[in-house]
Nanobody
Framework: QVQLVESGGAMVQEGGSLRLSCVASGIVFSINTMAWYRQAPGGQREFVGAMTPESTTHYVDSVKGRFTISRDNAGSTLYLQMTNLKSEDTAVYYC????????????????WGQGTQVTVSS
């Protein structure tokens, strides 16, 4: 049974930093490309970035230079280090396993964890 548990969200001021974690179970974490998504209030869930098993990273333009994804395969944990946070980063953040095909990202598992809330105040 696949389980994804996100944590680390909090309320911070603009310019602040946070580190999110996602612990995955029920999957072979080390062979999966893992990604972060977020869903802002009233918005759709959007891709934030991903890290391949070879540690290659991909980010959406809006977070490049501010967010860094890392992973601990031994602990089946994905991280998202967020710096210089902006109010538009306010969202619930989720992780999932993905694959990249035809210039798009596809979910491998059609489930989501509970997410972790990040609120950035101006």
């Amino acid at each position: 049974q696949v389980q994804l548990v996100e944590s680390g969200g909090a309320m911070v001021q603009e310019g602040g930093s946070l580190r999110l974690s996602c612990v995955a179970s029920g999957i072979v974490f080390s062979i999966n490309t893992m990604a972060w998504y977020r869903q802002a209030p009233g918005g759709q869930r959007e891709f934030v970035g991903a890290m391949t098993p070879e540690s290659t990273t991909h980010y959406v333009d809006s977070v490049k230079g501010r967010f860094t994804i890392s992973r601990d395969n031994a602990g089946s944990t994905l991280y998202l280090q967020m710096t210089n946070l902006k109010s538009e980063d306010t969202a619930v953040y989720y992780c999932n396993a993905v694959r990249h095909y035809d210039n798009r990202w596809f979910l491998i598992y059609n489930i989501w964890g509970q997410g972790t809330q990040v609120t950035v105040s101006s």
